[in-house]
């Protein structure tokens, strides 16, 4: 079947605009997650979404950052005012179930250039 | 929270040997779940292999294979037998068996290089 998909793959923005980025997880997995990927640095855990719980955001860094889950499917990304450091790869991630030894499943990730 | 240490940044390997990338953690669960993942240059993360903290049994996958040892808290990556498709970042990472905020948690990846 499908896999986790993002779009877009590749985005560039003048500082201070507003971008958002899109995943579409595997179809009936419950649990979506969202990283950050600085160049060279492991993963930066951003927000975890599990089924119609409420969200864990403990791993924004700002309140620039917001996430929704629409329908318990599509999940977008929102940078406000973007700034250089947010510059790095977005990747998202969807779980059948945020319990057990479910493994997750990656997209190919957003690499957002602030520029 | 719980954190997960790769001590390696990077790794290289003759092909056709064998290589261990090491992983340790912090935790005072007695219930988690550990893994394994792999990134190429196409940056598409892939799961290599997960371990069940309650099996005493260390898990295997073909040339892939862990060293699980929970009282030291290690976790270590065994590449047998090497090849030029091995070469990308390896990532180790934690997951807690409770039933809410059981959220992943990441290494920073060793980059492993294997000189044909």
């Known amino acids: 079947g499908a896999g986790v998909s993002q779009s877009p793959s590749n985005k560039v923005t003048e500082k201070g605009k507003d971008v958002e980025l899109r995943c579409d997880p595997i179809?009936?997995?419950?649990?979506l997650y969202w990283y950050r990927q600085s160049l060279g640095q492991g993963l930066e855990f951003l927000i975890y979404f599990q089924g119609n719980s409420a969200p864990d955001k403990s791993g924004l860094p700002s309140d620039r950052f917001s996430a929704e889950r629409t329908g318990g499917s599509v999940s977008t990304l929102t940078i406000q005012r973007t700034q250089q450091e947010d510059s790095a790869v977005y990747l998202c991630?969807?779980?059948?179930?945020?319990?057990?030894?479910?493994?997750?499943?990656f997209g190919p990730g957003t690499r957002l250039t602030v520029t | 929270a719980q954190t997960v240490t790769q001590s390696q940044p990077e790794m290289s390997v003759q092909e056709a040997e064998t290589v261990t990338l090491s992983c340790t953690y912090d935790?005072?669960?007695?219930?988690?779940?550990l893994f394994w993942y792999k990134q190429p240059p196409s940056r598409q993360m892939i799961l290599v292999i997960r371990?069940?903290?309650?099996?005493?049994q260390n898990a295997t996958e073909n040339r892939f294979s862990v060293n699980f040892q929970k009282a030291a808290k290690s976790f270590s990556l065994k590449i047998s037998d090497s090849q030029l498709g091995d070469a990308a970042m390896y990532f180790c990472?934690?997951?807690?068996?409770?039933?809410?905020?059981?959220?992943?948690?990441f290494g920073t990846g060793t980059s492993l290089t294997v000189i044909p």
């Open positions: 371990q069940e903290a309650y099996k005493q």
């Open positions: 179809s009936g997995h419950t649990a």
């Open positions: 935790t005072s669960e007695s219930d988690y779940y």
């Open positions: 991630a969807s779980s059948r179930t945020g319990l057990g030894d479910y493994e997750q499943y």
């Open positions: 990472a934690y997951r807690s068996a409770r039933k809410t905020g059981n959220q992943f948690y």
